[in-house]
C-alpha cells in the first residue's frame, strides 16, 4: 500500500533539492553541502521501502519510477548537449560513446552531457533494491553489518561496475538507515528537541568533510557517515519546525514533489545563471546561487500555473478503447449523461466483426485514431495522432481498455500514475501469469493506480501479477442490447442455442460431438468464424447454423430456444450469458468462462462443466433436461437492469 504523503518529508525534500542547486554552482557552501546532500536524498528514500505487493512488483515500479525517467532525460541530455555544440561551432562528443554511458555504465563519469546529474536514479534504485532485498533476512543486526561492511569495501576500492552499481552500493548504508529511522525512531526524534542542541553543536565542533557520491569518493567513510547523519538530523528536525509556517512550507513542498523535474533541470538553469554572472557580475558566486533560485521559483510558478490552467480545462476522462463495439457505446453513453467525456477508438471496425457490431449513435465526444479496420490501421500514425491529441486534451482521469496494444502503452506513461486506469477484461483463465509476459504485465500495471475488474477471475489474475492498487469490481464488461422482453417457453423442449464465433477458442467442436449423443435434441448455431464450414460438415443433423443474425432480431431466436451453451476453453466474460439470462434462459457454461463465478450459480440459473470435458458436458445436459423448470425460474430472477446500474456506478464513483 502506498504510504501517506507527509508535508514534513516534502519540506525536507524541497531543502535537499534546493541544497542541490546552491551545491552545483561551485559556492564556498559546496563542499559543506557535498559532504551530506545526496546521502540526504538516499536516507529519504529508505522512508519508502515497503514489502507490500511482493519483490518483483517492487522492482518494476522502481525501475519505472526511476530507471524510465532516467532513460528519457538522459537520451534529452545527449541530445541538448550535441545540438549545444554544433551550434557553437565545437566538435560534438562520440554519441556512441554517449548511448554506452547511458545505457551501460550509467554514473556521473560516463554521463558526459547535460543528463550527468542523473546517476543519481540508477544509483537510488539499486540501493533502495538491495536494502529491500536485505530486509527479507530476520536478524537485523546481521543485515547492518552486512551493508556496514559493502561501505567499507566500495568506498576503500572504488570499483566501477555497470548499471550504476557503484553508486548503488555505496548508498546502501543511508538508504537502510532512512528505513529504520522512519519505521522506528521518527516519532522519537520529533519529542526530544534536545538533539537539536547536538546536531548543532556537532556542525560547529566537527569538521567539514570531503565527500563526493557521484565520483565515489568517500577518503573517511565512518567520519563521511557521521557528519552526514548529524546534517540530515538536523534538517529533519527543522522541517518539523518548518511545516508550521504556512507559506514557506507550501513552497519548500511544492519543491519536494517537484524535485525530480528540478534534478532534472537544474543543469541548464544553472549554466544559464554562470553566463549572466560571468557577463555582468564577474562570476560572484552569491548572484549565481540567486539567480537559480529565483529561476527555479519562476519555473515553478509557470508550471503550477500550466497544470491549473489545463486542470480548469481538464475533461473528466479519457477513454482509450479498441473499437465502438455496442456493448462499449451503450456503456460510454450513459456514462456520457452524467459525465463530460472523451473517447479515443484505436480503430472504427474490425475484420473480424460484423457490421452491426458497432451501428449506434455515440452520444459523447469521440476520436478515431485511424479510420481503417482495427487491425489494418497504421500503428505509427495511430501513435503520433495519440500523442498529439493527450497533449492538447487534459483530463483527469486516463483509462485505457487493455493492455495489449502500444497505443495504451502510451497512454499511461504519457499520464500521471494517479490519473491512470484500467479496464481489465482478461482473467486468470486466458491471461498469463509466469515467465515474461508476467514481467511485462507488471510492468505495466506498475502505472495503473485503479483496475476496473469484469469479475472474481479478474481479481485473481490481478493478484496472481502482486497488483496491490485499488480494485473495483464491475461485473460486466459493458451494456448489450436490451430489447423487448419477449416470452419463451417454460417447458423443456431440447432446443438448445450457441450464440458467438466459430474459432478454435470457442470449442464448438465439443458442443457438435457432443450433441451426437442426443438426436432428439436440436442445436441452434448463430455467428460466422473461421471454423464456419469445418463445424457445419462435421455435424450432426439436429445441429442447424443460422450465420450472423443481426442484433435487432436476436431476441427471436432465444425465445425458440430453451437454454444456452457456452462451451469457451478461454472466455474473458462472456456477454451472450448476460442475455441469455436477460431473457430467461438457463445457461451451460465452461469452467473457463470469465462471468462464470459472478453472475452463474451452478444449480440455480445455469450448469458449470469442466472445460473440456465431452463427459461433462453430456452430463450438464442431462441435467438441465431434468430440473428445467428450477433452473429456468432462477434465470428469469436475473436482474440484468441492477447488474448494469451498478456497473455504471463503479465509473461515476470514480470519474
Not at 519505472?64 to 525517467?69: A, C, E, Q, S, W
Not at 570531503?210 to 573517511?220: E, G
Not at 557577463?279 to 537559480?292: A, I
Not at 436440436?522 to 469445418?534: D, E, I, K, Q, Y
Request: positive net charge.
Amino acid at each position: 500500500m502506498k504510504k501517506p504523503r507527509l508535508l514534513w518529508v516534502d519540506v525536507v525534500r524541497g531543502l535537499a533539492i534546493l541544497s542541490v542547486i546552491v551545491g552545483h554552482n561551485a559556492s564556498p557552501l559546496s563542499s559543506f553541502i557535498f559532504a551530506w546532500h545526496m546521502p540526504l536524498f538516499f536516507f529519504l528514500s529508505g522512508f519508502f521501502i515497503t514489502s507490500d505487493g511482493g519483490q518483483a512488483r517492487n522492482a518494476i515500479v522502481r525501475f519505472t519510477r526511476l530507471i524510465v525517467p532516467y532513460t528519457i532525460f538522459a537520451l534529452i541530455g545527449l541530445l541538448v548537449t550535441d545540438i549545444k555544440y554544433l551550434t557553437l561551432g565545437r566538435s560534438v562528443p562520440d554519441v556512441f560513446e554517449g548511448i554506452i554511458g547511458i545505457f551501460f555504465w550509467m554514473d556521473y563519469a560516463h554521463l558526459k552531457h547535460y543528463g550527468f546529474v542523473l546517476w543519481f536514479l540508477p544509483a537510488l534504485f539499486w540501493g533502495q533494491q538491495i536494502v529491500s532485498w536485505l530486509l527479507r533476512l530476520k536478524k537485523q543486526y546481521v543485515v547492518f553489518l552486512f551493508i556496514a561492511g559493502i561501505f567499507a569495501v566500495v568506498s576503500t576500492f572504488r570499483v566501477v561496475l555497470p548499471f550504476g552499481l557503484t553508486g548503488g552500493l555505496l548508498s546502501v548504508i543511508w538508504v537502510y538507515l532512512g528505513f529504520i529511522f522512519y519505521s522506528k525512531y521518527r516519532h522519537y526524534i520529533f519529542k526530544n528537541y534536545w538533539l537539536l542542541i547536538f546536531a548543532v553543536m556537532g556542525l560547529f565542533i566537527l569538521p567539514v568533510p570531503a565527500l563526493d557520491l557521484s565520483t565515489y569518493f568517500v577518503p573517511t567513510p565512518a567520519y563521511n557517515l557521521l557528519y552526514s547523519l548529524v546534517v540530515i538530523l538536523l534538517v529533519i528536525i527543522l522541517s518539523e519546525w518548518v511545516s508550521k509556517m504556512k507559506y514557506l512550507a507550501s513552497w519548500l513542498s511544492v519543491c519536494g514533489q517537484s524535485s525530480l523535474f528540478l534534478l532534472v533541470l537544474h543543469p541548464y538553469t544553472n549554466n544559464v545563471t554562470f553566463l549572466i554572472s560571468q557577463r555582468y557580475f564577474d562570476g560572484f558566486w552569491l548572484v549565481k546561487v540567486v539567480l537559480s533560485i529565483l529561476i527555479v521559483c519562476v519555473l515553478l510558478w509557470l508550471y503550477n500555473l500550466i497544470v491549473s490552467i489545463r486542470n480548469r480545462r481538464a475533461v473528466d476522462c479519457v477513454f482509450v478503447t479498441h473499437l465502438p463495439s455496442f456493448y462499449k457505446v451503450n456503456l460510454y453513453n450513459r456514462i456520457a449523461e452524467k459525465r463530460n467525456i472523451i473517447v479515443l477508438f484505436v480503430g472504427s471496425e474490425s475484420v473480424i466483426r460484423s457490421p452491426d457490431f458497432a451501428d449506434l449513435a455515440m452520444n459523447f465526444k469521440h476520436v478515431f485514431l485511424s479510420h481503417t479496420p482495427f487491425e489494418n490501421r497504421g500503428k505509427f500514425l495511430s501513435i503520433i495522432r495519440l500523442v498529439r491529441f493527450l497533449a492538447i486534451h487534459p483530463s483527469k482521469k486516463v483509462i485505457v481498455g487493455g493492455w495489449e496494444l502500444p497505443e495504451f502503452w502510451l497512454s499511461i506513461f504519457f499520464s500521471n500514475i494517479n490519473k491512470n486506469c484500467l479496464v481489465l477484461e482478461s482473467s486468470d483463465y486466458d491471461s498469463a501469469t509466469s515467465g515474461l509476459k508476467k514481467i511485462i504485465k507488471q510492468i505495466f500495471l506498475a502505472r495503473i493506480s485503479i483496475v476496473f475488474a469484469a469479475g472474481t477471475g479478474h481479481v485473481r489474475l490481478l493478484q496472481k501479477l502482486q497488483y496491490c492498487g485499488k480494485i473495483i469490481v464491475t461485473k460486466g464488461v459493458g451494456i448489450f442490447y436490451q430489447n423487448t422482453q419477449v416470452k419463451c417457453s417454460e417447458s423443456f423442449s431440447g432446443k438448445f442455442l450457441y450464440v458467438g464465433r466459430l474459432s478454435p477458442e470457442k470449442n464448438v467442436d465439443l458442443l457438435i460431438e457432443a450433441f451426437r449423443e442426443f438426436p432428439d435434441y436440436s442445436l441452434t448455431v448463430v455467428g460466422t468464424g473461421p471454423l464456419a464450414s469445418h463445424c457445419a460438415n462435421t455435424s450432426g443433423p439436429n445441429v442447424r447454423f443460422l450465420g450472423h443474425i443481426n442484433k435487432n432480431e436476436i431476441h427471436g431466436v432465444y425465445a425458440a430456444s430453451d437454454a444456452l451453451i457456452l462451451p469457451s476453453v478461454k472466455e474473458p466474460w462472456g456477454l451472450v450469458v448476460e442475455e441469455a439470462l436477460y431473457f430467461g434462459l438457463p445457461v451451460i457454461i465452461s469452467s473457463r468462462v470469465g462471468c462464470g463465478d459472478d453472475i452463474v450459480a451452478h444449480g440455480f440459473n445455469g450448469l458449470v462443466f469442466e472445460s473440456g470435458s465431452l463427459e461433462g458436458l453430456k452430463e450438464a445436459i442431462v441435467n438441465l433436461g431434468r430440473d428445467y423448470s428450477a433452473l429456468r425460474q432462477g434465470a428469469e430472477g436475473f436482474d440484468l437492469a441492477k447488474k448494469d446500474q451498478a456497473q455504471l456506478d463503479s465509473y461515476l464513483n470514480v470519474i
